[in-house]
C-alpha cells in the first residue's frame, strides 16, 4: 500500500526538521498514522503477527502520539488471538499480552 512511502517520507521529513518546529508534532502524528495504517492492512489481512509489529512501533516511534495506546490495544489484540489459534502452546504468551492489553485499557 502506499503507507509504507508515506511512513519513510514522513520519517525523513521529520530527520530536516528543526528540534524546536511547530510543525514537528503534525508529522510525527501522520508518521505514527501511516505506521498504525500498515498495521490495519496486514490484520485485514489476517497477517496478525506482523500487524502486531507495526503496531508495536508506533510506540517505539512516536510516543506521545494520540493513537499510540489503540495501537498498543491493537497489538495486543492481534498477539492474544495469534497465540489462541496456536492452543495450549501459545497459553502463557497469551496470558502476558492479555497483561498488556489489561495496561492499556
Not at 507495526?54 to 489503540?70: D, E, K, M, N, T
Not at 495469534?82 to 502476558?96: I, N, P, R, Y
Request: hydrophobic share 45%; net charge neutral.
Amino acid at each position: 500500500g502506499k503507507f509504507q512511502p508515506a511512513e519513510l517520507a514522513y520519517a525523513a521529513t521529520l530527520k530536516l526538521l528543526p528540534e524546536n518546529d511547530a510543525r514537528r508534532a503534525d508529522v510525527t502524528e501522520r508518521l505514527a498514522a501511516s505506521i498504525y495504517k500498515q498495521g490495519e492492512q496486514l490484520r485485514n489481512e489476517d497477517k496478525l503477527r506482523l500487524a502486531a509489529q507495526h503496531f508495536l512501533r508506533v510506540a517505539q516511534v512516536a510516543p506521545g502520539s494520540s493513537i499510540r495506546y489503540a495501537a498498543d490495544y491493537d497489538a495486543a489484540a492481534a498477539l492474544i488471538a495469534v497465540f489462541t489459534q496456536l492452543g495450549e502452546h501459545g497459553d502463557d504468551v497469551a496470558a502476558q499480552a492479555d497483561q498488556r492489553l489489561a495496561h492499556v485499557r
